[in-house]
């Protein structure tokens, strides 16, 4: 911007220049000597603007690769909210088993109760009671760890977040300065002709 300022400003200096030189009558050496000079100066801002171009396209270069380095970032932690997606299902399905198998032998024991006075048969209940009460405990430990993974769930779901929102940061600083560059380039152009 400071760039297209001082040309601007250039520009109208050398059509005050060319106004004053033709009422003055100057001759032409001193014409030509003015104008090798306001050359020099454009040559010389052409400079200083190629190098912010350059300086500006370095920056989006390393904002492409820090993007680059967010994306594969954003696809192996989707690969990990994959695999824990996967592994809460499993926990689920082993879950649902133990209900079954524990609603069977509750069924078992109702009956082994029932027959206990008949039979006396102390020594089977008791045994099933202690596969029910180890089911039990199974059950337990099985909803501790699928609250577990319920919080690293959120937990990677939020990094998810969170890192599409710097990508789109990035993609908007990559569309600003890439309009720099073009408006730059194209003042450049203009300077040159």
Known sequence: MDGEIDIYRHLTWLKRSNHRTSVSNESCQDRLTRLESDRE???LQVSVLTDQVEAQGEKIRDLESCLEDHQLK??????MLQQELLSRTSLESQKLDL??????LKIKLAEIEKDQW????????ENLLRELQRLKSKVEELEIEKIEYKQELDATKAEIQNLQEQLGVKDME???L??????RASVQSDGSD
């Open 74 to 79: 954003l696809n192996s932690t989707e690969e």
């Open 178 to 183: 890439q309009s720099q560059l073009s408006s």
């Open 99 to 104: 209900m079954e198998e524990v609603t069977s």
């Open 118 to 125: 008949e039979n006396e048969d102390l020594h089977r209940s």
């Open 41 to 43: 100066c454009l040559v």
């Open 174 to 176: 990559i569309v600003r």
